[in-house]
């Protein structure tokens, strides 16, 4: 009988799993899509939900006065059936779409159901409000 690993673990066990590793000609390996045990999915998809999460936080800072440090955009959030996007410098980007993959390969999925609201536009400024550091606006 194999013992239970607790879903953090079996979550980082697997996100490193769907990293893939680099191919012989110097690419990396596409991730596989991996059927989840059921009752990993959750707390896997939460895991990776929350690593886009800091990954978002950290690709909002920028450099007061420098607008092009907010040049890309990406969606907020993995599991919104809007897709609002927020703006991001673009040297964060590569960490984002890395986690977005990890979330697809690992067949989670935003929640079924209609956009009711309406998502503002990225806006492509840094701003630094008083006391605080630098961040997309």
């Known amino acids: 009988m194999r013992s239970a690993r607790p879903p953090l673990l079996a979550a980082l066990a697997l996100s490193a799993a769907l990293l893939g590793r680099p191919g012989r000609a110097g690419g990396a390996a596409a991730p596989a899509r991996q059927a989840l045990p059921a009752a990993d999915a ?54 984002l779409d890395a986690v977005a993959a990890r979330y697809r390969a690992a067949a ?22 008083a006391g605080e550091p630098a961040r997309c606006g």
Not at 44 to 52: H, K, V
Not at 108 to 123: D, F, K, N, S, Y
């Open 42 to 95: 959750p707390a896997i998809c939460a895991a990776l939900g929350a690593d886009y999460a800091a990954a978002v936080s950290a690709a909002q800072v920028c450099h007061a006065g420098e607008d092009a440090t907010c040049g890309a955009a990406r969606v907020r959030v993995l599991d919104d059936p809007c897709r609002c996007e927020v703006a991001v410098n673009p040297a964060g980007v590569a960490r």
């Open 108 to 129: 989670c999925a935003p929640p079924a159901g209609l956009c009711t609201r309406r998502c503002r536009a990225p806006v492509a400024r840094c701003e630094a409000p």
